[in-house]
């Protein structure tokens, strides 16, 4: 068990934990992003990607800047925990805004854990003061758009003709 905070959440299928990510977890997040299908990858990167370890590390690095932090969702399996999505969070000091990105697992999909992983970036960025929050995803990402809908973002254009941008402000 770590030290670090945990906050559990019950999503369909069973408990699952929130919690922030530190630089030990850099094998397990590389593992997770290599279980993502292709389809996954692709609307979480923006892109074909296949360099998880680089990936994991990116993410992780970035928990070295006080204005950025990552999420993962853990869940029990077999004996140790196992991540089934995380999000990202970096505040953009110049545009006084943070900007996330999020996946949840191919099989924990649409049974809540994006909402709570949603939830939980939210309540971490206010926080840490940090009120206009923004993403942007592929115009064909229709989970995403549907999970930043029901999340009260409103939708803009992005500067990517491929993607939208959605923002929100928080309270």
Not at 27 to 54: E, H, I, Q, W
Not at 90 to 115: I, K, P
Not at 135 to 152: P, S
Request: charged share 25%.
């Amino acid at each position: 068990m770590r030290n670090e905070p945990r906050y559990g959440e019950i999503v369909a299928g069973g408990p699952v934990w929130i919690r922030t990510a530190v630089l030990g977890d850099v094998d397990k997040l590389c593992a997770y992003f290599g279980t993502l299908s292709c389809n996954s990858r692709y609307n979480r990167f923006m892109g074909a990607v296949s360099n998880f370890s680089k990936l994991a590390f990116d993410c992780l690095m970035q928990l070295r800047r006080a204005e950025c932090f990552t999420l993962v969702a853990e869940r029990r399996e077999g004996g140790c925990d196992t991540i089934i999505g995380e999000a990202s969070y970096a505040f953009d000091r110049t545009n006084r805004c943070g900007e996330f990105a999020m996946s949840v697992a191919d099989r924990w999909q649409r049974h809540g854990l994006g909402s709570a992983l949603l939830s939980a970036l939210q309540v971490r960025a206010v926080s840490l003061g940090y009120l206009d929050l923004f993403g942007e995803t592929l115009k064909t990402n229709e989970d995403m758009k549907g999970l930043a809908c029901r999340a009260g973002f409103a939708f803009t254009r992005s500067l990517d003709w491929r993607a939208v941008r959605f923002a929100k402000r928080l309270s």
